[in-house]
């Protein structure tokens, strides 16, 4: 008797515990229990499946469903575990005996398991002291196992059938409480290991067997019964996928991926493993052409797998997974067999591993992130897949091209579109085609989405809704591995016209456009933006007479109040708008619209809208019948007060005696534009110049329409930096076909002609940038088209540019500088960011005519430029400038336009300099400016040379020239040195420098005698300072 109540207070002290911290299957018991509690206590209530003898403790979903797996269920009532009957006494009063393990296999009628642990000599040591758990095979369950399996383990009891058996054993005691998801145990078999998985839904398995009597309580150990006999495991995933032929196919589309590694190692993994028939139903080609994409061959194998252990006996009734790929896939049961995405496709269940569970299928699942864009389309979208078609888009949408389709719904092809011409509705198509892969996490506010047809597309971002332009978005859309599809309600029209456009072309809005007139407002239709507008009809203003309308009119303040309260900043269209509830929309006069959405149709202020979401370049445009007036805002002139009641009867009106309108300043809403033009001055003659070690490929390419026009291509090597050099042969004829000189070339010179406009004969560009070349192309065009007829005959010549570039890395910064004295000399200066290296650009305008407008031949100066970066270029310019002035001849002076008298060389650089300013203690007139910048080898100098041209009457020829004794007129013959620039990153060169100058201009050639200044007139002569200056 002692010994019954310790045995008993054993048992009720473990089923406490059990209470305890309960896990699922211990939930689900009890509320078995509670459903069952009409029938006596302890009893549980169960679900069987008809026709078969599976019983589940079944969910509230399919206890009341009255269903498993799609099959009806039935309800009975069993003693939950641990419980038994007595005679005569209602439900399950009684606790069951407790006993060893070898005898509870009797009381959960696991006879067959019992019976052979009895043979196979297993009997002694589960009779025996320890702690066990045994996972007991019911009867049925041995009956499922292969006949061949089970008559080999018979055969063999003292080896095979006892590891069998001691397989499905853990030398401790483990409760359900104590199983968790995911984890592994030992067994008794070599230490091999069991995989458990727990269920939210109360189910529990053991390599995947489910337990169907859990926790029956032994004296050395507990007992759990599954449903069928399970086997040792030691293989992965890969080992599986390597060793079966059948799954050839997937094995190498998982190799393919890379995610072969993955599946090598531990984890929780479900496979849904399609077999090799299942990839010879593929469409042909499909499968060649998605393994050279290992993206997307990786998210075809990644949809197969599950981050979970989904075992069959687990799942009954249909849920949603996620997979590695990303998206969700539904895993569901039709009596016994499994369905995906609800579809019976497995052939073979539940073959476990040491890292998941492999399920074989008879289809490939194609994930949309695996398919093309036009494989997304369903059937909602049909008639637009038809039309896409038909009207030759499809060549737009090859795999390798990336789009997104904003595919309306078939209802949308109403007749009246079908009829519409192709070439427009091709037109209207291609606006739902975007040249762009954009998914819907991308889209934002105020977003411009380019089509195919050029259009740029505006993006609405409302709380419940996600709308292109007047078209909004349906759920349902996909992305695809070269785009995207997003359904939309209805066909995209883009706006073409502004507000005040639309307004102007519907004709029914006169008297609002004249009162927005009046109010200065009709900027506000105009302008850019973003806006709401709620415009109302002439017919709203019906009621009102002509004096009423003056009266209105008179009082701008009032006027601007009604008419703004009919504006809403930002764009708000009927599908943005939340149904069913009140939209507050703030106008510009500052109070709130009321809109509300009902049934497709907008109400605003309670009046009907019957005209909306009427798209303009700056807003949506809804029509109204009647005037809008704020309910909360009073009138305070018994005139107005009389007025509105005219035209706004939806409402009353509060009337405060003298109550005024706040002022709206048009500044509040008007935006000032401001409009920069940008004037580029474009050389005649440009030379840049890109040095490499390499040796160029040169290719010279003739203009097929024009052979008179040729290239010459140089390439470098480096893709990105061409020199192409574009010859333009022409020149200047006289009336009879005679060539005046001026250097051109031409291909036919029995061909008289006449360019009329500047010479273009050594244009010379080159682009680091090839997307240059087309704009200096058409700049040199539109400069040659400039000229007028005879301009030959009527222009001066053309100053000669000549423009030399040292080119760095570094972008520069360009800056033109203007003579103050003579506009027309211009200096344009480009900083490179180091202080040692500029570019430098002369122009010397010159060209000699007589009073017939004939060229005076003579030494062509109009291309002198000096760059000194590198001292040995000294010589080289020395020479050249001393055969330029030895060239002049006798009358020179008569000949050449004046000569301006500054040169100034200009060195940039960061540093602040310090400048002094010393004059020639012989001669006052000549004054030499010294600026010192820190680094000595840098310095800022510029030339002052004095003088002048005179005529024979001692009057001075106009040019800009400056003169210290207008008194002493002299001439100075020689070449025009006016703008003679020099830059010496070494300042020993200044000296040398400025002596050779001044040596040339006083070596003028024949007739000096005559060319020099008369008598006691002083001669300019440069000065050159080298110690520090004096401040």
């Known amino acids: 008797m002692h010994q019954l109540l310790a045995v008993?207070?054993?048992?009720?002290?473990?089923?406490?515990?059990?209470?305890?911290?309960?896990?699922?299957?211990?939930?689900?018991?009890?509320?078995?229990?509670?459903?069952?509690?009409?029938?006596?206590?302890?009893?549980?209530?169960?679900?069987?499946?008809?026709?078969?003898?599976?019983?589940?403790?079944?969910?509230?979903?399919?206890?009341?469903?009255?269903?498993?797996?799609?099959?009806?269920?039935?309800?009975v009532y069993e003693c939950c575990p641990g419980y038994m009957k007595l005679e005569g006494m209602k439900g399950c009063p009684a606790v069951a005996p407790i006993d060893h393990v070898y005898g509870t296999l009797g009381l959960v009628k696991a006879t067959t398991t019992q019976q052979y642990a009895d043979i196979s000599k297993l009997r002694e040591e589960i009779e025996g002291q320890g702690s066990f758990t045994l996972f007991a095979p019911s009867n049925e369950a041995w009956d499922l196992l292969d006949p061949s399996v089970r008559s080999a383990l018979v055969s063999n009891v003292n080896i095979e059938l006892y590891n069998a058996l001691h397989y499905h054993m853990v030398n401790r005691r483990l409760l359900t409480k104590g199983m968790k998801d995911g984890m592994t145990v030992n067994s008794m078999y070599h230490d091999l290991g069991l995989h458990i998985n727990h269920y939210s839904n109360g189910v529990v398995t053991v390599n995947c067997a489910r337990i169907i009597h859990g926790n029956q309580v032994a004296t050395n150990g507990v007992v759990h019964v599954i449903d069928r006999v399970i086997s040792a495991v030691g293989s992965t995933i890969k080992d599986v996928l390597d060793v079966d032929e059948d799954l050839s196919s997937f094995n190498a589309a998982a190799l393919a991926s890379g995610m072969m590694d993955k599946l090598d190692q531990p984890g929780q993994f479900t496979l849904f493993a399609p077999t090799n028939a299942a990839f010879d139903k593929l469409n042909a080609g499909y499968l060649e052409r998605i393994m050279g994409n290992k993206?997307?061959?990786?998210?075809?194998?990644?949809?197969?797998?599950?981050?979970?252990?989904?075992?069959?006996?687990?799942?009954?009734?249909?849920?949603?997974?996620?997979?590695?790929?990303?998206?969700?896939?539904?895993?569901?049961?039709?009596?016994?067999?499994?369905?995906?995405?609800?579809?019976?496709?497995?052939?073979?269940?539940?073959?476990?591993?040491?890292n998941g569970v492999i399920h074989l299928i008879d289809q490939v699942l194609i994930p949309d992130s695996a398919k093309e864009v036009m494989e997304l389309m369903g059937d909602t979208q049909s008639v637009f897949t038809d039309m896409v078609s038909e009207l030759g888009l499809a060549a737009a949408m090859r795999p390798q091209t990336e789009y997104t389709l904003l595919a309306p719904v078939n209802g949308a092809f109403t007749n009246e579109v079908m009829s519409t011409d192709q070439n427009l509705l091709r037109y209207i198509l291609e606006n739902h085609i975007l040249k762009l892969k954009v998914t819907l996490s991308e889209l934002y506010n105020g977003q411009l989405l380019e089509t195919l047809a050029g259009q740029f597309l505006r993006v609405f971002i409302y709380r419940t809704a996600v709308c292109i332009e007047n078209a909004c978005m349906l759920r349902g859309g996909k992305e695809g591995s070269n785009g995207a599809v997003h359904l939309m309600n209805s066909l995209i029209q883009p706006a073409k016209k502004t507000m005040y456009e639309l307004l102007i072309a519907d004709g029914r809005f006169k008297m609002f456009l004249s009162l927005m007139e009046t109010a200065d407002l009709t900027d506000l239709l105009k302008q850019e933006g973003s806006y709401t507008m709620f415009a109302p009809t002439d017919e709203a203003f019906a009621d009102l007479s002509r004096e009423d309308l003056a009266l209105l009119r008179s009082?701008?303040?009032?006027?601007?109040?009604?008419?703004?309260?009919?504006?809403?900043?930002?764009?708000?269209?009927?599908?943005?708008?939340?149904?069913?509830?009140?939209?507050?929309?703030?106008?510009?006069?500052g109070n709130n619209l009321q809109v509300k959405s009902v049934n497709n149709s907008i109400h605003v202020n309670s009046v009907e809208v019957p005209a909306s979401d009427l798209m303009a370049t700056n807003g949506v445009v809804h029509i109204v019948k009647n005037l809008l007036y704020p309910g909360d805002l009073p009138v305070g002139r018994q005139e107005l007060m009389v007025i509105l009641q005219k035209v706004i009867r939806y409402i009353?009106?509060?009337?405060?005696?003298?109550?005024?309108?706040?002022?709206?300043?048009?500044?509040?809403?008007?935006?000032?534009?401001?409009?920069?033009?940008?004037?580029?001055?474009?050389?005649?003659?440009?030379?840049?110049?890109?040095?490499?070690?390499?040796?160029?490929?040169?290719?010279?390419?003739?203009?097929?329409?024009?052979?008179?026009?040729?290239?010459?291509?140089?390439?470098?090597?480096?893709?990105?930096?061409?020199k192409v050099t574009r010859v333009i042969d022409g020149g200047e004829f006289d009336a009879d076909g005679k060539r005046i000189t001026g250097g051109a070339r031409h291909t036919t010179v029995n061909e008289p002609h006449i360019i009329e406009g500047p010479d273009f004969s050594k244009i010379t560009t080159i682009h680091s940038n090839p997307g240059l070349i087309q704009e200096e192309s058409e700049r040199i065009t539109k400069l040659i088209k400039a000229g007028g007829k005879g301009a030959a005959i009527r222009r001066p010549p053309v100053p000669d540019v000549t423009k030399v570039t040292r080119f760095i890395e570094k972008e520069p910064t360009v800056t033109t500088v203007g003579d103050e004295g003579d506009p027309s000399i211009l200096t344009r200066i480009i900083e490179i960011g180091d202080p040692r290296v500029n570019k430098v650009t002369r122009v010397i305008d010159g060209g000699e005519f007589d009073a017939d407008g004939k060229r005076i031949t003579g030494p062509d100066?109009?291309?002198?430029?000096?760059?000194?970066?590198?001292?040995?270029?000294?010589?080289?310019?020395?020479?050249?400038?001393?055969?330029?002035?030895?060239?002049?001849?006798?009358?020179?002076?008569?000949?050449?336009?004046?000569?301006?008298?500054?040169?100034?060389?200009?060195?940039?650089?960061?540093?602040?300099?310090?400048?002094?300013?010393?004059?020639?203690?012989?001669?006052?007139?000549?004054?030499?400016?010294?600026?010192?910048?820190?680094?000595?080898?840098?310095?800022?100098?510029?030339?002052?040379?004095?003088?002048?041209?005179?005529?024979?009457?001692?009057?001075?020829?106009?040019?800009?020239?400056?003169?210290?004794?207008?008194?002493?007129?002299?001439?100075?013959?020689?070449?025009?040195?006016?703008?003679?620039?020099?830059?010496?990153?070494?300042?020993?060169?200044?000296?040398?420098?400025?002596?050779?100058?001044?040596?040339?201009?006083?070596?003028?050639?024949?007739?000096?005698?005559?060319?020099?200044?008369?008598?006691?007139?002083?001669?300019?002569?440069?000065?050159?300072?080298?110690?520090?200056?004096?401040?």
């Open 861 to 1031: 100066f109009s291309k002198i430029t000096t760059i000194h970066s590198n001292p040995g270029l000294i010589q080289e310019e020395s020479e050249r400038i001393t055969k330029l002035i030895k060239a002049g001849g006798k009358g020179a002076a008569i000949r050449r336009p004046p000569v301006p008298d500054v040169t100034k060389v200009t060195r940039f650089i960061e540093k602040e300099p310090t400048v002094t300013t010393v004059g020639d203690e012989g001669d006052p007139s000549i004054l030499t400016r010294i600026i010192e910048i820190g680094d000595p080898r840098v310095n800022k100098v510029t030339r002052v040379i004095d003088g002048g041209e005179f005529d024979a009457d001692g009057k001075s020829i106009t040019g800009g020239a400056r003169h210290t004794t207008v008194n002493e007129p002299h001439i100075i013959e020689g070449p025009d040195f006016s703008k003679i620039t020099t830059i010496h990153s070494n300042p020993g060169l200044i000296q040398e420098e400025s002596e050779r100058i001044t040596k040339l201009i006083k070596a003028g050639g024949k007739g000096a005698a005559i060319r020099r200044p008369p008598a006691g007139m002083r001669r300019a002569r440069l000065v050159r300072r080298h110690h520090k200056p004096r401040q």
């Open 8 to 75: 008993t207070s054993a048992l009720v002290a473990l089923c406490c515990l059990g209470s305890v911290d309960s896990s699922a299957y211990d939930k689900i018991v009890t509320h078995s229990r509670i459903r069952a509690r009409s029938e006596g206590p302890n009893v549980c209530a169960m679900q069987q499946v008809l026709g078969t003898q599976k019983k589940y403790f079944s969910t509230c979903r399919n206890w009341y469903k009255r269903s498993i797996c799609g099959k009806k269920a039935t309800a």
């Open 652 to 722: 009353k009106i509060k009337y405060v005696p003298g109550f005024t309108y706040t002022e709206i300043p048009l500044t509040s809403y008007k935006r000032t534009i401001t409009t920069t033009h940008y004037i580029e001055t474009v050389p005649d003659v440009t030379k840049v110049t890109r040095v490499i070690e390499k040796e160029p490929t040169v290719t010279t390419v003739g203009d097929e329409g024009d052979p008179s026009i040729l290239t010459r291509i140089i390439e470098i090597g480096d893709p990105r930096v061409n």
């Open 295 to 354: 993206d997307v061959i990786a998210a075809l194998v990644n949809y197969h797998l599950l981050k979970t252990v989904q075992c069959s006996e687990a799942i009954t009734a249909g849920s949603v997974y996620e997979t590695v790929e990303g998206s969700s896939i539904e895993i569901g049961c039709d009596g016994d067999s499994l369905t995906v995405n609800g579809i019976k496709m497995v052939l073979k269940k539940d073959i476990v591993t040491t």
């Open 555 to 589: 009082d701008l303040n009032v006027l601007r109040t009604i008419l703004l309260y009919h504006f809403s900043n930002g764009i708000f269209i009927n599908g943005g708008l939340e149904g069913g509830v009140t939209n507050l929309l703030k106008t510009l006069q």
